[in-house]
């Protein structure tokens, strides 16, 4: 029998206010790992402190018939959407609903339903608290600045603090992007400015990053003209850069724009809901024979990038730290944390440089990034060449403080050359035995960048390349079993001797023997 849609709101309601998740027996992925930063703001004294909780969120879960989901959410005005949308919609995608036998316009359907049920139910959990807000507003006096909050009767105060109440329980709203691996498939919905990059490697080196989708926002040419088939003045929301304090079109929640939208002046034209919660779900993505690894950034960690650097090569960049860390770490939990710590890093760098870039990073939002990997190699330890790690050269872009122009920076990445992890079990090394190992050249790698909207293609294998050849070789054991030196440390010898030995000879003493 099923419920009255009163009594499951209600429940929808308790189990907002509550510690319960409707996803708490669902097993975690052990594929991904998850890195995350709290918003900071730079005061004077360029140290950072923190403007309000956390407001992202995520979920990494494995359903049955080798389906996976992941997805990101940058919660906006607190994070209650953030935190309904992650568990509804693990409810609505992994509780059943998907099978294996599932053709690709039937999971295109199921995921839009989805998203559909997540926006309902979300509004149902404050449609009370909603009614509460606008009867209470019929006794609200127009607003008065002469009159302060003191010089109101007692009873005016205590509807003035129960409307505030209110509308912290009611504002606030989420974007979304989530990833579904299913028959070994890849299928991406995004509502909003979050990211997907799908890096590919393949058996001859060649490394493609897949930017999957756009983002919904008052640059994207689509979603203005959506927005000006509904009457709204496009060019207006694009010289205004954003809607009701944020840059997306799409959105979760947020009751501002979706109920009340009439009474924003750039959307006061529209003839119907302009800010939708629709999913945009671009062609499917097979993973056969993929061999690289699965991204999924918040809109803060994008920007805090970005804002950095530029966003000319953003995405290769942040592709480089991934690998660099994968080449490093144990695990994908302390890969994706690096990286996002990375990020934090190089953007407070900036902001204290006092460079051109600097205005543009005093402060940044919370930023999270997932990491799935896809039968990639993870480090079993901190690899040196003479253990046995495989060089894999990747170029990492780097801006000038004099100049506007990047060049790259070539740093060597070894890879553990036994026990890959493949499918998140330890196996043999699936690389085929002419792949090249320290003693010989090390692969070429290609990076390509490639939008899955607009289908342009750039090789970038010239000074912006993310991976560059370049040969090595291992560093070869003297008659004493030892290797020379990467780095030559005589003159910081020849200053500790000068500073710390009164004169005397530094033979027998520091350096090496």
């Known amino acids: 029998m099923q419920q009255h849609p009163s009594n499951m709101a209600a429940q929808r309601r308790t189990l907002m206010q509550s510690h319960q998740s409707w996803t708490d027996d669902l097993p975690l992925c052990q594929m991904c790992g998850v890195g995350s930063a709290t918003n900071c703001v730079y005061g004077p004294d360029d140290k950072g402190t923190q403007s309000h909780p956390n407001e992202d969120?995520?979920?990494?879960?494995?359903?049955?018939?080798?389906?996976?989901?992941?997805?990101?959410?940058?919660?906006?005005?607190?994070?209650?959407?953030?935190?309904?949308?992650?568990?509804?919609?693990?409810?609505?995608?992994?509780?059943?609903?998907?099978?294996?036998?599932?053709?690709?316009?039937?999971?295109?359907?199921?995921?839009?339903?989805?998203?559909?049920?997540?926006?309902?139910?979300?509004?149902?959990?404050?449609?009370?608290?909603?009614?509460?807000?606008?009867?209470l507003s019929t006794y609200v006096l127009p607003h008065n600045e002469n009159v302060s909050f003191h010089q109101l009767s007692p009873q005016s105060q205590k509807v003035q603090e129960r409307l505030k109440e209110l509308e912290q329980e009611v504002s606030g709203g989420a974007t979304a992007v989530v990833a579904l691996i299913l028959n070994n498939k890849l299928y991406i919905a995004n509502v909003g400015t979050n990211r997907v990059l799908l890096c590919k490697s393949s058996s001859d080196g060649q490394n493609q990053v897949l930017q999957i989708g756009r983002p919904h926002n008052t640059d994207n040419e689509d979603e203005l003209q959506r927005l000006a088939a509904l009457g709204v003045d496009s060019a207006r929301v694009r010289q205004a850069g954003q809607i009701a304090g944020q840059s997306s079109t799409r959105r979760l929640g947020?009751?501002?724009?979706?109920?009340?939208?009439?009474?924003?002046?750039?959307?006061?034209?529209?003839?119907?809901?302009?800010?939708?919660?629709?999913?945009?779900?671009?062609?499917?993505?097979?993973?056969?024979?993929?061999?690289?690894?699965?991204?999924?950034?918040?809109?803060?960690?994008?920007?805090?990038?970005?804002?950095a650097h530029g966003t000319e090569q953003a995405n290769q960049e942040i592709v480089a730290m991934v690998a660099a860390e994968l080449a490093l770490q144990t695990s994908l939990e302390a890969v994706a944390q690096s990286v996002v710590e990375r990020v934090k890093r190089l953007h407070h760098d900036v902001y204290v440089s006092g460079r051109q870039r600097a205005t543009y990073c005093s402060q940044h939002e919370d930023?999270?990034?997932?990491?799935?990997?896809?039968?990639?190699?993870?480090?079993?330890?901190?690899?040196?060449?003479?253990?046995?790690?495989?060089?894999?050269?990747?170029?990492?872009?780097?801006s000038n403080s004099q100049s506007t122009s990047k060049t790259s920076v070539t740093l060597s990445l070894v890879m553990?050359?036994?026990?890959?992890?493949?499918?998140?079990?330890?196996?043999?090394?699936?690389?085929?035995?002419?792949?090249?190992?320290?003693?010989?050249?090390?692969?070429?790698?290609?990076?390509?960048?490639?939008?899955?909207?607009?289908?342009?293609?750039?090789?970038?294998?010239?000074?912006?390349?993310?991976?560059?050849?370049?040969?090595?070789?291992?560093?070869?054991?003297?008659?004493?079993?030892?290797?020379?030196?990467?780095?030559?440390?005589?003159?910081?010898?020849?200053?500790?001797g000068s500073d710390h030995c009164d004169g005397q000879s530094t033979q027998g003493g520091l350096g090496p023997q």
Not at 97 to 120: G, M, N
Not at 281 to 289: A, N
Not at 368 to 394: K, S
Request: some cysteine.
């Open 367 to 398: 930023m999270t990034l997932l990491i799935r990997t896809l039968n990639y190699p993870l480090a079993e330890g901190a690899l040196t060449p003479t253990q046995g790690g495989r060089i894999y050269p990747v170029s990492v872009p780097y």
């Open 57 to 135: 969120g995520h979920l990494r879960f494995r359903g049955e018939d080798g389906c996976f989901l992941y997805g990101v959410f940058n919660g906006y005005d607190g994070g209650r959407v953030a935190s309904f949308a992650s568990q509804c919609l693990t409810a609505e995608l992994l509780l059943g609903q998907l099978k294996s036998s599932h053709t690709d316009s039937d999971v295109r359907r199921i995921l839009t339903q989805a998203f559909d049920v997540v926006e309902k139910s979300y509004f149902e959990t404050i449609d009370h608290a909603l009614a509460e807000k606008a009867h």
């Open 254 to 307: 947020d009751y501002r724009v979706k109920l009340n939208y009439t009474e924003i002046d750039l959307l006061s034209s529209a003839k119907t809901k302009p800010i939708i919660a629709e999913p945009e779900i671009p062609v499917s993505q097979s993973l056969d024979s993929v061999t690289g690894f699965l991204l999924l950034l918040s809109e803060g960690l994008i920007n805090a990038l970005e804002s």
């Open 416 to 496: 553990p050359s036994q026990n890959t992890l493949t499918n998140g079990t330890n196996t043999a090394s699936t690389l085929e035995e002419g792949t090249p190992t320290p003693g010989s050249q090390s692969p070429t790698a290609t990076l390509q960048s490639t939008n899955t909207q607009t289908q342009s293609s750039s090789s970038s294998s010239g000074d912006g390349s993310l991976f560059r050849q370049r040969g090595s070789q291992a560093a070869q054991p003297d008659e004493t079993g030892r290797v020379p030196p990467y780095v030559d440390f005589t003159q910081f010898y020849s200053l500790w």
